[in-house]
């Protein structure tokens, strides 16, 4: 995934990422399922899945491991809980997974809202 992702405080429109291993897109058209953890900076984790109901990440191109993520409400993204962690977790079945990015360094910095 890209490093850094910025978002403006309270936004609610989707956003677009590639999931990446070691540089190179990883191919998600046989998985079962995928699912972001995301770690704000005090600590709390939000966790959604493409296998939940209401459904906020998509597995939009498969081939190239893009993923969209459409934020539930306008409280998701606080400029005072800056910034967010991102972990994606790969299940390849419903027991067997693994996560990305490799580095701690993958994040959503919040911008303030005007």
Not at 9 to 21: F, N
Not at 40 to 49: A, F, I, L, N, Q
Request: proline share 5%; charged share 20%.
């Amino acid at each position: 995934m890209v490093e850094s992702i910025s978002v403006r405080e309270k936004t609610t429109v989707g956003i677009v990422m590639q999931v990446l291993s070691n540089g190179d897109a990883i191919d998600l058209t046989d998985v079962d399922y995928v699912r972001l953890d995301m770690i704000d900076s005090s600590g709390k984790v939000y966790r959604y899945s493409s296998d939940d109901s209401p459904v906020y990440i998509v597995i939009t191109t498969p081939t190239t491991g893009t993923i969209t993520f459409t934020p539930p409400n306008s409280t998701i993204f606080l400029y005072s809980r800056s910034p967010y962690k991102l972990y994606i977790n790969i299940f390849e079945t419903s027991s067997t997974s693994y996560s990305v990015p490799e580095t701690e360094n993958v994040e959503i910095k919040v911008l303030r809202e005007f």
